[in-house]
């Protein structure tokens, strides 16, 4: 394998895990408190990708300064996610918090299959895309490749963000740790007098900007379209079980391992593209069934 080639496909898979990170981190947040797998959330990111889209050419359209094209992206996230997520918890989530783990997914899956309705009837089924932001920043050579600096420098920098910011709310901040009191036992932190209810809000919050939020940064190199969010929901699916539920941490590496792995096995063996991530859940799976991460719990009498 060429070096050049060997540099491309680190590259594209350094983008990719970023992006994928920052869906499976609001997957993994989302269950560690409140021990929901949340299959809506992958609309989150197919939302967060339109609407960013929309309003990078509501920009180009009004003949608006260039350089809001970045800033939008990340108002898109904020928005959908954190109005999105805020439905589903008051409507929705809260609703089942205590119900059969199978009812909660079926709930979801309808909320999921909802949204995604939703999206046909407002955006339609032709593809939506938006580059303003990757033209502006340019490209950059490395090893003889030339590369995007959005895809390069900006993915990287803001999964890396996401997680040191996340990292440092659940253990700097009062209500971080009143999160992290929750996710060890919500009937004690209850009777300690933490409001259960507004911290489930605000990770459903959070975790939707953070679902959002990936689709906002995928919306200038990916085309949108209907099952889009699918995809990803089944890819950060395939990162928090490898890395464990719950984990942050571990989601960090299990979605660098998903996106190196798939990015080179495009540029050596294409077929295995689609099955690479899931061979590798599985691969992990068979040898730790509860993830790489993740300790076995204690029981609770």
């Known amino acids: 394998m060429e070096p050049a080639l060997i540099a491309l496909a680190l590259m594209d898979g350094v ?61 898109a996230a904020i928005v959908i996610g954190g109005l999105l997520g805020t439905v589903l918890e008051f409507a929705l989530l809260r609703r089942i918090l205590d119900k059969d783990p199978i009812l909660q997914l079926l709930v979801t899956f309808a909320a999921f299959m909802v949204l995604e309705d939703l999206q046909r009837l407002i955006w339609g089924v032709q593809p939506v895309f938006v580059s303003d932001v990757v033209n502006q920043l340019g490209t950059l050579e490395v090893a003889g490749v030339t590369y995007t600096r959005y895809q390069l420098l900006v993915l990287p920098a803001v999964a890396v963000a996401a997680f040191v910011g996340l990292r440092w709310f659940l253990g700097r901040t009062a209500l971080g740790r009143q999160v992290t009191a929750v996710t060890h ?63 942050i941490g571990g989601a960090a590496i299990a979605a660098l391992m998903i996106g190196l792995a798939r990015s080179f096995s495009i540029y050596l063996m294409p077929e295995l593209e689609v099955l690479m991530p899931y061979l590798i859940m599985v691969a992990v799976l068979l040898i730790r069934p509860e993830g790489l991460f993740s300790t076995v719990a204690t029981r609770r009498i």
């Open 185 to 247: 036992h919500r009937e004690i932190a209850t009777a300690m007098g933490v409001n259960t209810h507004r911290v489930t809000w605000l990770t459903i919050a959070l975790g939707g900007m953070l679902g959002a939020l990936g689709g906002a940064l995928a919306s200038p190199t990916t085309s949108f379209t209907p099952g889009i969010g699918a995809d990803m929901m089944v890819l950060s699916f395939a990162v928090v079980a490898t890395a464990g539920l719950g984990q």
């Open 15 to 75: 983008s990719y895990a970023a992006l994928l990170f920052l869906v499976a981190l609001g997957l993994t947040l989302i269950f560690g408190v409140m021990r929901i797998l949340n299959i809506a959330h992958g609309s989150l990111y197919a939302w967060g990708g339109y609407f960013a889209a929309t309003l990078g050419l509501a920009i180009t359209g009004f003949a608006l300064p260039p350089w809001l094209a970045l800033p939008a992206l990340f108002v």
